[in-house]
């Protein structure tokens, strides 16, 4: 579909960025209504859940499923109406406010009337031995979704926000006992949220204190060597689990400077909608969201995306009528025709 340009010169009806829950979502969605979608869904498709294990809270598996698994549903349920993929990542966005805007994937460039961006965040690594080697064998960075795997055992949350206040009161349902780890004596969390861990029996509070390796035995974590940020003092924490819990980085490079970004790099949305500050671009899950951050939740930010392109092109007639969502527009072409 490229010209001797490497230019696409189709005009998609909408572009949908982001092969995750609220991208997929987003697609199912869209291609329902017959928009066609395309999704360029990164050369490593299926977001997060990608490297979950076990998924134990999206409605609808009453047994669980695997984290690859529901992803690979999302993706064939999509491509069921007719969801076009691309599986590569986009090296460049240029977005207009209300026109034509370009998605660029390596030497292609494809058009679009409307663009959902669901690029998601990643979680921040601590970047030490051991972190990647171990991540679902013991090592994780979501405490919601993995806790209740970690029942009684010794676990270590690492981390001083919100984030980690949270994930440690959670995993403390289940776990014997519970180490926080944080570099500093002070918290950055809210009062209340540090409060609340602490106030648990079986938190303890261990600063200041660095994580300098995940150790491992047999394939699973057995210990965590930290280093006093002091003292330089060494200290093993024998764990059966650790959950890093150091914040969310936005995958919002590519737009930056385009549409609204907060000081974290989080897109800002007009909420409840999706819709950016530019017309026709929407930004949905992850990418948006610092706060709850669950499949369900990025999934159903997808749906109100797709609803919102949905709704911006039925009321904003395309400047080429054939490039224009035809199937369920008849009105809009009919007028185009008879004039
Ligand atoms: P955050 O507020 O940025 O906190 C990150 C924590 O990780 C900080 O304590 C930081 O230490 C520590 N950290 C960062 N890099 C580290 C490293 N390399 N090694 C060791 N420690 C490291 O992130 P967050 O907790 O994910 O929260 C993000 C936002 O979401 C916040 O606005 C928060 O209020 C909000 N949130 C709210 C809730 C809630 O209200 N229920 C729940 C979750 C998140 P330093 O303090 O030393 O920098």
Redesign the pocket.
Known sequence: MSDKNGENERVENVIIVGGGPAGYTAALYAARAELEPLVIEGFQWGGQLQNTTDVENYPGYPEGVMGPEMMNDFRKQAERFGTRFVTDDVTELKLSDGGIHEVTVGKETHRARAVILAMGAEP?R?GIPGEMELQGAGVSTCGVCDGAFFKGKDVAV???????M?DSIFVSKFADKLSII???DE????KI?EERARAKDNIEVLTPY??KEFVGEEGKIASIRLEHAETGEEKILPVGGAFV????TPRSELVVGQVDTDEEGYVKVDEPSTKTRLAGVFAVGDLVD??YRQAVTAAGSGTKGALDAEWYLRDTPGPDPEAHWSKQTGAVIEAVEAS
């Open positions: 921040k601590l690492i981390g001083g926000g919100d984030s980690a949270e944080h570099r500093r918290f950055r969390a809210s949220m660095v994580p819990a150091i914040g969310h610092h706060t």
